[in-house]
């Protein structure tokens, strides 16, 4: 049988299919994340993790919150 058909699966071959269809490789701008959590690009490691916590029970959605914006919280 011949090999007409396109793997399902991604693997280092075929990335251009995934480019073709919209599932290239996701780009971020990590200067958003700063904002998102509301930190200086300076901050320490303790003070990131201080504020993702505060902002992630803030905005979880069992607690009320917002679910996208909890999403954007746990990309950061």
């Known amino acids: ?3 007409a058909l396109v793997s399902l699966f991604p693997s280092k071959t075929n990335t251009k299919n995934l480019v073709m269809f ?3 490789p996701r780009k ?5 994340y700063y904002d998102v959590l509301g ?3 300076n901050a320490g490691e303790d003070e990131i993790r201080k ?3 505060k902002a992630a029970m803030k905005n979880h959605p069992d607690k009320g919150g917002d679910p ?3 999403k954007e919280l746990g990309q950061a």
């Open 1 to 3: 049988m011949p090999h």
């Open 22 to 24: 919209g599932r290239g």
């Open 28 to 32: 971020s701008d990590s200067t958003k």
């Open 39 to 41: 930190v200086s690009k």
């Open 51 to 53: 504020a993702y916590r």
């Open 68 to 70: 996208e914006k909890f």
